[in-house]
Nanobody, 128 residues
Framework: QVQLVESGGGSVQAGGSLRLSCAASGHTFSSNHMGWFRQAPGKEREGVAA????????YYPDSVLGRFTISQDNAKNTVYLQMNSLKPEDTAMYYC?????????????????????WGQGTQVTVSS
């Protein structure tokens, strides 16, 4: 059973930084893909970063490109999301997700449907 536990959320002022962590158990990072999504009240879940194709590819939407960085530490079974230059529009619940291509069809790094497993979420609030 795969379990994902996020941490590192909080409240910051615009322009500040946060680093989210996602600790995984029962999951082999090197053969699957990991992603970070966010969801604000009344909005759809949005992919903000992913590392896939056995770590060879990264994905960022234009809204966070140059500000967010995803990385993973296979030895610690942990994936990180470094968020810099935060804006009020980054306020959302952030979720870590893991996908297993042997059991889940690939719809793209930004599609929640590509991921089998989800963490409980960590809140990020950015004030102006």
């Amino acid at each position: 059973q795969v379990q994902l536990v996020e941490s590192g959320g909080g409240s910051v002022q615009a322009g500040g930084s946060l680093r989210l962590s996602c600790a995984a158990s029962g999951h082999t990072f090197s053969s699957n893909h990991m992603g970070w999504f966010r969801q604000a009240p009344g909005k759809e879940r949005e992919g903000v970063a992913a590392i896939y194709n056995r770590g060879l590819n990264l994905y960022y939407p234009d809204s966070v490109l140059g500000r967010f960085t995803i990385s993973q530490d296979n030895a610690k079974n942990t994936v990180y999301l470094q968020m810099n230059s935060l804006k009020p529009e980054d306020t959302a619940m952030y979720y870590c997700a893991a996908g297993d291509t042997s059991t889940k069809r690939w719809y793209g790094a930004d599609s929640p449907a590509s991921y089998n497993y989800w963490g409980q979420g960590t809140q990020v609030t950015v004030s102006s």
